[in-house]
């Protein structure tokens, strides 16, 4: 299998990687979370709702030819005794590289206080890797590792743990999506060894929402990322928040990224959020940004829903 990298694989990752050198890949994470916090950590899976339903498009770089796409499905919900159950399913394609993530979580809420709660969360993960050789331009096609080859596949399992802690409308995770570095046939050779693998993630999220009076509040996040091997990174957003009817604000990521968000609830629990993201430097300020959609459903029980005093207080 090393010959493999003596060939047309390098060549594969460069194009993959082309906004900069290669490294150990992020567990992903669509902006989905600022509507949807359990699509990022199964601690939350059960404390919003007793049930929800998420849909979510993102395509990045609308203007190169091959630009990664990102379809996600995410589902939690409550069970007796404090417990929540949820699951996710994302497929991820850029350009050659296809991949398939299956995610199962678990959650359990402990009442420390009237308004302090513990969560822990653990999930399991499926993932399922996809090289497409049919349509790849190869430096050597008679390699003949790859000859008669129209793919390269592979599945691989992974498990992660999180911690949640909420106060009123404060909440602080520390969470480890990926406990596990994975070995896949990219690293049959030493020099590839953390080239487009899903290594160890660390993340850190923050909320607050801020509603002292009437009806507007502000909501604020911020998500610190780190992986294996890999740059740190971070997202801040806020956005304005009407009645829970109606909101939009800002975000920034590491690296010059700035996106603006908006969204609303049509009926009875059904939520649409809209993100425009653009970065000056992604693709030589060429790539024409990343749209992403969310459309969703969730049940808010009257009896747990916060009242304008409940903020006051």
């Known amino acids: 299998m090393i010959r493999m990298f003596k060939s047309g694989i390098p060549a594969l990752i460069l194009l993959i990687s082309i906004s900069g050198p ?3 890949q992020q567990f992903p994470i669509m902006d989905q979370y600022l509507v949807a916090p359990s699509s990022i950590s199964p601690a939350f899976v059960g404390k919003e709702s007793p049930f929800e339903v ?4 993102r395509i990045e770089w609308t ?4 630009h990664p796409f990102i379809g996600s499905l995410n589902l939690a919900g409550a069970l007796p005794k404090n417990m929540g159950l949820g699951g996710n399913i994302m497929y991820n394609v850029a350009g050659p590289l296809e991949n398939l993530t299956i995610n199962l979580s678990y959650a359990y809420h402990l009442k420390l206080a009237a308004d ?3 969560s822990f969360g653990i999930n399991g993960s499926y993932y399922q890797n996809v090289l497409d050789l049919a349509n790849a331009v190869l430096a050597n096609p008679d390699d003949p ?4 080859r129209s793919s390269i596949s592979e599945s691989y399992f992974n498990m992660g743990v999180s911690l949640l802690y909420s106060w009123r409308t404060l909440d602080a995770c520390v969470s480890f999506p990926l406990l596990f570095n994975n070995k896949t046939f990219y690293n ?3 020099i590839y060894s ?3 693998t899903l290594d160890r993630n660390f993340m850190v999220y923050l909320g607050y929402l801020l509603q002292p009076k009437g009806d507007w509040g502000a909501h604020f996040t911020f998500l610190y990322r780190q992986t294996q091997y890999t740059p740190w990174s971070f997202d801040v957003a806020v956005r304005a928040i009407y009645q ?5 604000g800002l975000i920034y990521r590491k690296n010059n990224t700035i996106g603006i968000t908006g969204g609303l609830t049509i009926a009875k629990g059904l939520k649409f959020n809209y993100t425009y993201e653009y970065s000056p430097t992604a693709m030589m300020g060429k790539s024409s940004g990343t749209h992403e959609i969310t459309l969703g459903y969730r049940i808010v029980p009257k009896s747990v829903k916060p009242s304008m005093k409940d903020y006051i207080k």
């Open 22 to 24: 290669a490294y150990s």
């Open 54 to 57: 998420f849909l979510t498009s």
């Open 63 to 66: 203007s190169i030819a091959g």
């Open 116 to 118: 302090h709660t513990l």
């Open 145 to 148: 590792v790859l000859a008669g």
């Open 188 to 190: 049959s050779d030493k």
């Open 194 to 196: 953390h080239v487009l």
């Open 244 to 248: 829970d009817m109606v909101w939009f």
